[in-house]
């Protein structure tokens, strides 16, 4: 059960449980859907149109630019930020849903969760995510820096990347894109929430009851469902936080084609708009999607095994 039922109180797990639940889901997926999420951050900040036709574009398609990272910079590339993007996963994923649990808890002892499930978990969730971010946004920053350059590399290291940007761009340079960050996320992660448990009510009632399968797969399918939902809805806002975080970066990124200065988020909407069209706020939808059907199911799907995990140890020991 993501989030906290009274019901279930035979079944709850303990504050850190839930924590090392969430830790673990994140760390997990994020080394399975890596290799999406570099390819997705490549076509939200390139420039040119995201086609064939066009001849200065470097990525038009999710195959091509698999093969010509994989060409230009070995196989290696697809996990470039790594360890930065693990680090984020396993702090955003206990305290997204350790601060899940927590509000949900608070929300069933005021007596104010009965009828209202969706907004409530919508709710809770937005905020749970909110203080992940907050937690958590530099290192976001980070991952963002190392997918998106080029060879040679800029950055050598972690310890490398934060003294140069702290030398470099102060450091307030590790709070770039917080604020579409901050407002992409509430909505994105209160729909993800509100969607899992809204899915899973719909299919229990859609599939005959000898006809269900495996709980694990019922997780990891409503999982996809949430997050293609949630990522469509709110993704023109994660496209901004990443133009964001790459100011001042520039040249690192000269090889793959043109390159902007953005003073804010209206202005990088103003110039999106202008150069590139409404089309342009949706770059990169294509792999994002793919990457979020994956991410959210598997992290739902290894935060509710792991919760399970917890519970069958505890059941051994009585």
């Given at each position: ?13 303990s ?28 076509f939200?900040?390139q420039?040119e ?19 010509q ?10 996990w ?18 350790l ?10 002892r ?48 972690l ?5 140069t ?23 994105y ?12 009510h ?83 939808l294509s ?29 051994t020991?009585?």
């Open positions: 059960m993501v989030g906290y039922d009274p019901k279930e109180d035979g079944r709850s797990n504050k850190s449980e839930v924590a090392v639940a969430g830790s673990v889901s994140g760390l997990i997926t994020r080394a399975l859907i890596s290799p999406l999420d570099v390819i997705k951050i490549r939200q900040l420039i149109r995201l086609s064939r036709s066009d001849p200065n574009a470097k990525y038009y398609g999710i195959l091509q630019a698999g093969r990272i994989l060409q230009e910079e070995g196989p290696a590339a697809f470039k930020g790594h360890i930065p993007a693990q680090l984020l996963s396993i702090g955003y994923g206990a305290v997204q849903f601060s899940f649990e927590l509000l949900t808890e608070l929300v069933h005021a007596s104010l969760y009965e009828a209202r499930e969706f907004s409530v978990h919508f709710v809770c969730g937005g905020l749970s995510a909110c203080a992940a971010t907050l937690t958590v946004h530099p290192v976001d920053v980070l991952r963002t820096r190392f997918a998106a350059q080029g060879e040679p590399r800029v950055y050598k290291t310890q490398d990347a934060v003294v940007m702290y030398r470099t761009e102060g450091p307030l340079v590790f709070y770039k894109g917080l604020t579409p960050t901050l407002i992409a996320i509430f909505p992660a209160g729909l993800q929430f509100s969607c899992y448990s809204s899915l899973k719909v299919y229990e009632w859609v599939m005959p009851a000898d006809r269900k399968h495996s709980e694990n797969l019922k997780n990891l399918l409503c999982g996809c469902g949430a997050g293609v939902i949630s990522k469509t809805l709110t993704y023109p806002l994660d496209l901004f936080k990443k133009r964001l975080q790459v100011g001042g970066f520039e040249q690192a990124r000269v090889t793959f084609g043109q390159v902007r200065r953005y003073r804010g988020l209206l202005d990088c909407t103003k110039q999106m708009l202008q150069e590139e069209g409404a089309q342009g706020f949706f770059k990169g792999p994002s999607l793919l990457k979020a059907a994956l991410s959210t199911g598997l992290v739902f799907f290894w935060y509710e095994l792991v919760c399970n995990f917890f519970h069958c140890l505890k059941r020991d009585s």
